[in-house]
């Protein structure tokens, strides 16, 4: 079955305090901003990478969005908002999602304006209702033209390239098969359950990152899914940490993760509450 999901185009992370944020990203990922926007009651500052972006939002003044933002801030504090998988067509995925059943809004047209620049991006974009994706917002995005890269403002070797991971946490992980591979059209490329670990952990393939679902074997009753973390990748986990720890992030040892010989370690703090991993993927074949 072929999926109209061509990638994952960005991740949004809510946060109380974007300047703050703008500078701990810069930091994390040792790349600038590539865009930033205010208007409609939200400001916005965009990562963009190799293979995603990471939308920074906040809330400016008292309007609808204002609102809703401060809500979900109030709600569960900062961190991981909802995941947006691009798309070529939207019209088309809407469809597909009423298919589905997973009650899509009606396709909308968008726009933003760089304050840096004055330059405007336009999209159109349709979302599956929150509930009939498990608690978890998803978004799909049609974009009419590329992002602006953000430039490396650290060696390359120690600056994050792309991203590797992105994690849900689920509590029934067969639901959650169900939604991202036999509905949504991701390619799952492994099943794994460790009682060793305690988890169950499946792999679904989205262009060239993973989406991961997670589940703790321990888990009672089903409840909602949620966005759980992200693993960005580095091309030298060891001088990547050597950077962050420099920068003052309280970040772990590295050491060997989960995947044959990848390295990895975590970032515990400045992420607006995500929960972080480096890795540094296996050697090229």
Known sequence: MTTPITGLDHVTVLTRDIAAAVDSYEALFGRSVAWRARGDGTDTAIFSLGNT??????AVGDGPAAAR???????????????CFRVDDADRMARRLTQLQLQPEAVA???SVNLADGATLRWRRTRAATAAAHGVKLFFLERTAERPLSSAVSPAAAAVTGLDHLVVSTSDAERAAALYGARLGLD?????TREDWGVRLMFF????????????LKDGAARTDSLMGLSW????????RQRL??????VSEVRPGRKPKTLIFTVRNRTCGVPTLMVQPPPAR
Do not use: P
């Not at 979900?72 to 908002?81: P, S, Y």
């Not at 799952?188 to 794994?192: C, E, I, N, Q, V």
């Not at 720890?245 to 309280?250: E, Y």
């Open 69 to 83: 933002i401060n809500e979900v801030l109030a709600q569960q504090g900062e961190g991981l908002a909802s995941a």
């Open 205 to 216: 393939r989205c262009d060239d990152l993973i989406v991961e679902i997670a589940q703790r």
């Open 53 to 58: 972006s990471l939308e920074l939002l906040a």
């Open 245 to 250: 720890a420099a920068a003052g992030f309280d």
């Open 109 to 111: 047209e968008a726009s």
């Open 188 to 192: 799952m490329r492994l099943d794994l």
């Open 233 to 240: 990748r580095v091309a030298d986990a060891h001088a990547a």
